[in-house]
């Protein structure tokens, strides 16, 4: 049945029906579980031991438990410890179980109002197991509770711890939904700041030690009168073999941190020597002609059953310690941890702020050299733009000359056709002339993106005054022939007259003649 309920897959239809099959089930195995605990516990196990039904085994045991009224103060501080040691590691889900959490802590501030059950179960629990355990569960265990006490008795909790800041920076609302605040801490880290708001773990171990002492006196004194008031129950005052000063000894020494191993207890082997002819849920009737050997056989019988009832409860506070003892390790290795990344950290930053003074220092050199470079940049672009200037009004003054040549040579070629010998020769040294400040004009072009040192540029100006010279020695020469030209042409005009004027008499002569 266990198996079906937790492998069946109904998918979407008959999803109701199969969780309606399941509730009942569950209630019918855990009435099962009330009456035939240990055939429950057995069925139990040989599911849990599959992965498949590991789940709804766990959640079946969880349910189980659940609806137990335990009165027992061993169970209770067992499973109180027990669930100690598994809060810090369920952080993020705890809120889910903040109802049950706060019931627990309910119960055990008012556990003194609580009457423990008899040891005989009652007798419907026998005729109707079902009716009874639902009559025992049908009331919720807050509906109990006194809120009265329960905050009267609190404050006595309160006064021993430092109020957490959470109470003041944060609202109930946050402090419910922020579970970002659990993942970066681990288990030790929880541990160790819950120890940190107890003021009582700030105080000596002598102090604990002896309050320690003083309350269990205060426990053995209220056990022996209860022993003496019901002899007939098993829970009975310890041998005088056993001294109380060995339980303390071990109290003291679970408190100041010192190294104890299971198992060494000094009185292991007298609590084993009784053991193994007790039998606790059975024990032996006696003949009826013998009532004083009983008596001490039931007060042997009931101080084993004490002891190992004590032996449970410090083994139980035992673990508890060497746990918090192993989440401060913890805790103290992360922060170990933590210090050298820190020590890392801070030297990497120490390297950092070294390399960025040096760079620091590299860059103001050179933004100054920078700087210098762009001062003589300017100054450079400066004079080229100087001397550009200049050779562009050259150029210009160049090409405005060369203009006033060419229209003196259309004037030359349409007036001296008869001197063409002459002007032919003229014509070849102004083509030579032209070349030349074709050259130079390209030469010009070609050293002007180039004009980078102020030698070339002299040179180059000295060149072209040079040649500006011979190019005025040639202007004067050609200004002469000019001259010379205008006296020629002003001769062939007279010339030409002269031809008409003796055409025209040839011809008055020739019309005379006829």
């Given at each position: 049945?266990?198996?079906?309920?937790?492998?069946g897959d109904y998918g979407t239809v008959g999803e109701q029906t199969h969780a309606f099959w399941c509730r009942n089930l569950d209630s019918l195995l855990r009435e099962f579980g009330a009456v035939e605990t240990k055939e429950f516990f057995i069925l139990l196990n040989s599911y849990f031991v599959q992965s498949t039904y590991r789940l709804q085994i766990l959640t079946l045991f969880g349910e189980f438990i659940r609806k137990?009224?335990?009165?027992?103060?061993?169970?209770i501080s067992l499973s109180l410890t027990t669930l100690i040691m598994l809060l810090p590691h369920i952080c993020i889900s705890v809120t889910t179980y903040l109802p049950g959490l706060y019931i627990i802590f309910?119960?055990?501030?008012?556990?003194?109002?609580?009457?423990?059950?008899?040891?005989?179960?009652p007798d419907e629990i026998v005729e109707n197991p079902s009716g009874w355990i639902k009559e025992m569960n049908k009331v919720p265990l807050i509906e109990k509770f006194d809120d009265d006490i329960i905050r009267a008795r609190s404050m006595s909790l309160l006064r021993i711890h430092t109020l957490h800041p959470n109470l003041i920076m944060s609202d109930s609302e946050k402090e419910l939904s922020d579970?970002?605040?659990w993942m970066k801490l681990e288990p030790a880290d929880v541990v160790a700041e819950c120890v940190s708001y107890?003021?009582?773990?700030?105080?000596?171990?002598?102090n604990n030690s002896n309050e320690l002492e003083n309350l269990t006196k205060i426990v053995l004194e209220e056990a022996d009168t209860k022993i003496t008031e019901k002899k007939t129950q098993k829970a009975r005052r310890p041998s005088q073999a056993i001294s109380i000063h060995e339980i303390m000894d071990v109290h003291q020494a679970l408190k100041s941190g010192a190294d104890i191993v299971v198992g060494d207890d000094p009185w292991a082997s007298r609590i084993i020597s009784y053991s193994n002819f007790l039998t606790v849920n059975h024990p032996t009737p006696p003949p009826e002609n013998e009532s004083p050997p009983i008596t001490s056989t039931t007060n042997t019988q009931a101080s084993v059953a004490y002891l190992q009832r004590e032996i449970m409860l410090l083994r139980n506070e035992l673990n508890f310690e060497l746990y918090l003892k192993q989440q401060h390790l913890q805790h103290i290795?992360?922060?170990?941890?933590?210090?050298?990344?820190?020590?890392?950290?801070?030297a990497e930053r120490q390297n950092l702020y070294n390399t960025c003074k040096i760079l620091k220092s590299q860059l103001s050199q050179t933004q100054a050299a920078f700087d210098r470079q762009k001062t003589e940049t300017t100054n450079t672009k400066k004079k080229h733009v100087q001397w550009e200037n200049e050779l562009n009004n050259k150029l210009k003054q160049y090409k405005n000359e060369k203009k006033e040549w060419k229209s003196i040579l259309d004037k030359l070629e349409q007036e001296l056709s008869?001197?063409?010998?002459?002007?032919?020769?003229q014509n070849k040294q102004i083509e030579v002339f032209s070349a030349k400040c074709f050259s130079l004009e390209n030469q010009i072009k070609l050293?002007?993106?180039q004009l980078q040192k102020l030698t070339e540029y002299e040179h180059t100006i000295d060149q072209l005054t040079k040649q500006l010279m011979l190019w005025e020695a040639d202007t004067i020469k050609f200004q002469e022939q000019k001259r010379l030209m205008e006296t020629l042409v002003g001769n062939w005009h007279k010339m030409e007259m002269m031809l008409k004027s003796g055409e025209y008499e040839i011809q008055q002569l020739r019309f005379t003649i006829r």
């Open positions: 049945m266990v198996g079906i309920a937790a492998g137990q009224r335990d009165t027992s103060t061993t169970l309910s119960r055990i501030i008012c556990w003194d109002k609580h009457i423990s059950r008899p040891v005989d179960f579970t970002s605040r107890d003021m009582e773990n700030a105080s000596s171990n002598s290795g992360r922060l170990h941890r933590d210090h050298i990344l820190d020590s890392t950290v801070e008869e001197s063409r010998l002459v002007i032919d020769a050293h002007e993106p």
